[in-house]
C-alpha cells in the first residue's frame, strides 16, 4: 500500500474518532437526562399544572417569537444579502452583537431600552403596552436572543444565489416582490429550514434575559427554562426539574428534526462518499 | 422615435474599470450579433437595454415605447421592459421543473393555458418530452432550448441572447444553431445577439458589429458582405466606444 493511501486511512481513521468523542460529549448529559426519571416519575411531573403552564408557555411564546422572526427577519436579510451600501458591516455586526452577548446583558438592555424606565419606556407605556413582567415581554425577550441566528443563516442563504437568476426572473416580468416570493425565498429554503431549527432552538432554553426582562411568574412568564430551576431551587423539586429537563429536551429535538426535514436540510442526507 | 418593434438605444454607462457609449439602432425583425473578446462591453450592452444596468445618461426606445430617458427620468423596470433575455448560462430555475421554468413569465394567464402554451413552445422546440425534469438532468443543449422557450413564452418585443453557444460542444453548436433561428422566427422580433465567433454571428444574425478593445473596427451587414452598410431596413451603428480608465 503506498504512502499516501495510508496517510488517507490515517485521516479517515482520526476524523471518525474526533466524531466519537463529539458525539460522547455532547450526548452523554442528554443521555444521563434521559436515564434518571423514570416514566411514572415524568408523567407525575406533567400532572403538575405550573409544569404545564410552563411548557405550554414555552411552546406559545417561542411559536409567536419565531413568527415575528420570520416575517420580519425574512426581508431584512434579503435586503442585506442583495444590497451593497455604506454601513452594511456596521448593520451586520449589530445584527450579531446578541450571539456574543450574556444573556442577563440581553436582560438588562432590553431594560433600558424598552422597561419603564428605559430609553422608549415613555413611548411603549403611552401606547398602552405593557413589556415587563408580561408574557408579550418574554417573547421580546426571545425574539432579542434568538433572532441573530435566524438572520446568519438568512443572509447567508440569500447572498449565495446567483444574481442571474434574479435578473432572469426581473427580465420575464416578475417584480422585486414576486421574484423574492417565487425565486430567492424557494431557493435559499433549506437554510432558512435550518435558521428557523437554531433560532428555536436557541429560543426554547433561553432563561437569564427572559428572567431580567420579563421575570418568573406562573403562568404568565414563567417559560420551562425558569420553571426547571424553580424546581431545581427546591429542596424537593430535582425529579420535577430532571422530568421537565426531559420534556424540553424532546420537544426541542423533534422541533429541530421537522423543520430541519421539511426545509430540505441538506446536511441531513451527507455526501453519500 | 423608433418604429413600432424596433430598438433604438443611445447610451453612456459608466462602471469602474471601463466607460461605454453606444449608439445603434435595429429595424423591426432585424437581427445584430455583437462580437468581440470577454470585456469588451457586449454583455453591458444587453443588460442594459434590458434594463439591468442603469446607464448614466441616454435614451432607449423599444417597440414604440420609451424604456429609459435620462433627461425625461423615465427608467421602466427589467419586469416591463418585454425582453426576451438569455443569458449565457441559461440561468434556469433548479427548484423548478422544466415546464414552471417555460411558464414562469407567463403573468396573468390562467392556469390551465400556462401549461398548454408551455408544452406547446417545449414542443416546437424538439424537447416536449422533457416537462416534468428539472434543469441539472438536462443536457447543455436542452438547457439551451429551454431558456429559448422560457424567453418566447413572455411574447418578447425584443430577443437578448448573450452567447447562446458557448455552452455547448462542438456537435451540439451544430444541433442549436437551427433552433435558435426557428426560435427568432416564431418570435419575429428583433434580436441582438452576443457572440465572440464571427462565424456564429453570420449564420444567426444579419448584420455584425465587431467590438475590439471598446471600439466597432468593423460592421457588415451580411446580406452582401459590404462593410458599414447602412440601407435603409438594417442596421444602422453609428458609434460604440469603450475607453480603459488605466
Avoid at chain 2, 425584443?158 to 427568432?184: G, N, T
Avoid at chain 2, 467590438?211 to 451580411?222: A, F, L, N, Y
Wanted: glycine share 8%; with cysteine.
Amino acid at each position: 500500500m503506498s504512502l499516501r493511501a495510508n496517510r488517507h486511512r490515517w485521516f479517515g481513521a482520526v476524523a471518525f474518532l474526533a466524531l466519537v468523542v463529539t458525539m460522547l460529549f455532547l450526548v452523554a448529559p442528554i443521555f444521563a437526562i434521559l436515564t434518571n426519571t423514570s416514566p411514572r416519575t415524568l408523567i407525575d411531573s406533567l400532572g403538575e399544572p405550573a409544569n404545564r403552564e410552563a411548557l405550554l408557555l414555552s411552546l406559545k411564546t417561542t411559536t409567536l417569537a419565531i413568527i415575528i422572526i420570520v416575517a420580519i427577519g425574512t426581508p431584512a436579510a434579503y435586503f442585506l444579502a442583495m444590497r451593497s451600501f455604506r454601513g452594511r458591516s456596521a448593520i451586520l455586526t449589530a445584527i450579531e452583537l446578541p450571539l456574543v452577548m450574556p444573556p442577563t446583558v440581553a436582560g438588562i438592555a432590553l431594560l433600558a431600552a424598552f422597561g419603564p424606565a428605559g430609553l422608549f419606556g415613555p413611548v411603549i407605556e403611552g401606547l398602552g403596552v405593557e413589556l415587563v413582567f408580561q408574557t408579550a415581554g418574554v417573547v421580546m425577550a426571545l425574539v432579542f436572543v434568538a433572532s441573530p441566528f435566524y438572520l446568519r443563516q438568512a443572509i447567508a442563504a440569500f447572498a449565495a444565489i446567483d444574481p442571474g437568476l434574479i435578473d432572469t426572473s426581473r427580465t420575464l416580468g416578475s417584480g422585486p416582490l414576486r421574484t423574492f416570493l417565487r425565486v430567492a425565498i424557494p431557493m435559499a429554503k433549506p437554510s432558512l429550514a435550518s435558521g428557523v431549527a437554531l433560532a428555536w432552538g436557541r429560543a426554547l432554553g433561553e432563561f437569564g434575559a427572559t428572567l431580567l426582562f420579563a421575570g418568573s411568574l406562573v403562568a404568565v412568564t414563567q417559560t420551562a427554562p425558569l420553571a426547571i430551576f424553580a424546581r431545581f431551587s427546591d429542596p424537593n423539586g430535582f425529579n420535577q426539574a430532571i422530568a421537565l429537563s426531559v420534556v424540553l429536551i424532546i420537544v426541542s429535538a423533534a422541533l429541530l428534526m421537522a423543520v430541519k426535514l421539511s426545509g430540505g436540510d441538506r446536511a441531513l442526507e451527507g455526501r453519500g462518499l | 422615435m423608433t418604429e413600432p418593434s424596433g430598438l433604438r438605444i443611445s447610451v453612456h454607462v459608466s462602471r469602474r474599470d471601463f466607460e461605454l457609449e453606444v449608439d445603434l439602432e435595429l429595424q423591426p425583425g432585424g437581427r445584430l450579433a455583437l462580437v468581440g473578446p470577454s470585456g469588451a462591453g457586449k454583455t453591458t450592452i444587453l443588460r442594459t437595454v434590458a434594463g439591468l444596468v442603469r446607464p448614466e445618461s441616454g435614451v432607449i426606445d423599444l417597440a414604440g415605447q420609451t424604456v429609459f430617458d435620462s433627461e425625461r427620468r423615465i427608467d421602466v423596470p427589467p419586469e416591463d421592459r418585454r425582453c426576451g433575455y438569455v443569458p449565457q448560462d441559461y440561468s434556469l430555475f433548479p427548484n423548478m421543473s422544466v415546464l414552471d421554468n417555460v411558464g414562469f413569465g407567463m403573468r396573468k394567464v390562467k392556469a390551465a393555458e400556462r401549461r398548454r402554451r408551455s408544452v406547446d413552445l417545449l414542443g416546437q422546440l424538439g424537447i416536449g418530452g422533457l416537462s416534468a425534469v428539472r434543469p441539472s438532468d438536462l443536457s447543455g443543449g436542452e438547457r439551451q432550448r429551454v431558456a429559448l422557450a422560457r424567453a418566447l413564452a413572455t411574447e418578447p418585443a425584443l430577443f437578448l441572447l448573450d452567447e447562446p453557444l458557448s455552452a455547448l460542444d462542438s456537435a451540439s453548436r451544430e444541433q442549436a444553431i437551427p433552433v435558435i433561428e426557428h426560435a427568432l422566427a416564431i418570435s419575429r422580433v428583433p434580436a441582438l445577439i452576443v457572440t465572440h465567433s464571427r462565424q456564429e454571428a453570420e449564420r444567426l444574425a444579419d448584420s455584425t458589429v465587431i467590438i475590439d478593445r471598446g471600439k466597432v473596427s468593423e460592421t457588415r451587414d451580411h446580406d452582401d458582405g459590404r462593410r458599414w452598410n447602412r440601407k435603409p431596413g438594417s442596421v444602422s451603428i453609428h458609434r460604440v466606444v469603450r475607453k480603459l480608465r488605466d
